[in-house]
T-cell receptor, first 113, second 113 residues
Framework: AQSVAQPEDQVNVAEGNPLTVKCTYS??????LFWYVQYPNRGLQFLLK??????LVKGSYGFEAEFNKSQTSFHLKKPSALVSDSALYFC???????????FGAGTRLAVHP | DTEVTQTPKHLVMGMTNKKSLKCEQH?????MYWYKQKAKKPPELMFV???????INESVPSRFSPECPNSSLLNLHLHALQPEDSALYLC????????????FGDGTRLSIL
């Protein structure tokens, strides 16, 4: 069965510092991986996806993610955090055979001035 | 602004009421989804429509009844809900294909008295 784990409930980082939000996955076959962000009182916004190709994927708002097949990870990164990046981040994997996403539990990112 | 529009944004209803949630997208997407989200938790898939036909029902109680009148519209009819049904209800749409991201609306916040 497909699954996604986000091992950190919360990540705290100072503004201007690099940030990493961790995600590991378990799938049978090749993974289709996604990152979404949710701001308060809003829906989920798509940030980026990995389907195939380069292991470093660039997305919206300066975010990028690194796919590592040997470590079954897909960590979200940004070189310089902004206070406005503070939000809830979800990693997700496509459930093969079904038109559905499997979400991780979410990681709350808090960027302090 | 999101490209998936949900109405109403807020809804308060009693346990004996009948109400409907509406979702509209004009991106030409042929897959549409309903999710339920509790505070600080990932979205839980409820229903998936593909080409206007129900393709996934995640064992949702019959007090929730989805409807897809056409390729742009998705409704969720509510009847005799329970207090535990209070949540944020999110609609999403996507192109067909597992590598396509889902686009979410901002949701309807539902409170059951």
């Amino acid at each position: 069965a497909q699954s996604v784990a986000q091992p950190e409930d919360q990540v705290n980082v100072a503004e201007g510092n690099p940030l990493t939000v961790k995600c590991t996955y378990s799938v049978s076959g090749n993974p289709y991986l996604f990152w979404y962000v949710q701001y308060p009182n809003r829906g989920l916004q798509f940030l980026l996806k990995y389907i195939t190709g380069d292991n470093l994927v660039k997305g919206s708002y300066g975010f990028e993610a690194e796919f590592n097949k040997s470590q079954t990870s897909f960590h979200l990164k940004k070189p310089s955090a902004l206070v406005s990046d503070s939000a809830l981040y979800f990693c997700a994997v496509r459930d093969w055979g079904y038109n559905k996403l499997i979400f991780g539990a979410g990681t709350r990112l808090a960027v302090h001035p | 602004d999101t490209e998936v529009t949900q109405t109403p944004k807020h809804l308060v209803m009693g346990m004996t009421n009948k109400k409907s949630l509406k979702c509209e997208q004009h991106m030409g997407h042929r897959a549409m989804y309903w999710y339920k989200q509790k505070a600080k938790k990932p979205p839980e898939l409820m229903f998936v429509y593909s080409y206007e036909k129900l393709s996934i029902n995640e064992s949702v109680p019959s007090r929730f009844s989805p409807e897809c009148p056409n390729s742009s519209l998705l409704n969720l009819h509510l009847h005799a809900l329970q207090p535990e049904d209070s949540a944020l209800y999110l609609c999403a749409s996507s192109e067909e294909g597992g590598n396509q991201p889902q686009h979410f609306g901002d949701g309807t916040r539902l409170s059951i008295l």
